[in-house]
């Protein structure tokens, strides 16, 4: 079975950064690795994706431009380089991974990190 540990999260200001990270655990060749989200009251939202590699990523309209997702295959790493941060952008992050070639609003990942919480103060 897949382990996820999801980490990088934290209290930033508006218009700052961070940078998460997920590390996987217990299986090799994960086809997609990504990220969701939840903010309170609000129901899960895709966040980005990366399918195989960082030749073939995919946003959400919201994160576009300032979100860039990357992984490092020989260490099963994904990240999410947060940038130009907004309160909005304020949620827990969860990676996410599957076997399967699959992302977007649809996908139901396979696998799932604990979370890490983001808050973006105005």
């Known amino acids: 079975q897949v382990q996820l540990v999801d980490s990088g999260g934290g209290l930033v200001q508006a218009g700052g950064s961070l940078r998460l990270s997920c590390a996987a655990s217990?299986?090799?060749?994960?086809?997609?690795m990504g990220w969701f989200r939840e903010a309170p009251g609000k129901e899960r939202e895709f966040v980005a994706a990366?399918?195989?590699?960082?030749?073939?990523?995919h946003y959400a309209q919201s994160v576009k431009g300032r979100f860039t997702i990357s992984r490092d295959n020989p260490k099963n790493t994904v990240y999410l380089q947060m940038n130009s941060l907004k309160h909005e952008d304020t949620a827990v992050y969860y990676c996410?991974?599957?076997?399967?070639?699959?992302?977007?609003?649809?996908?139901?990942?396979?696998?799932w990190g604990q979370g890490t919480q983001v808050t973006v103060s105005s």
């Open positions: 990366s399918v195989w590699s960082d030749d073939n990523t």
């Open positions: 217990g299986r090799t060749s994960l086809y997609t």
């Open positions: 996410a991974a599957d076997v399967r070639p699959t992302y977007g609003t649809k996908w139901s990942a396979s696998y």
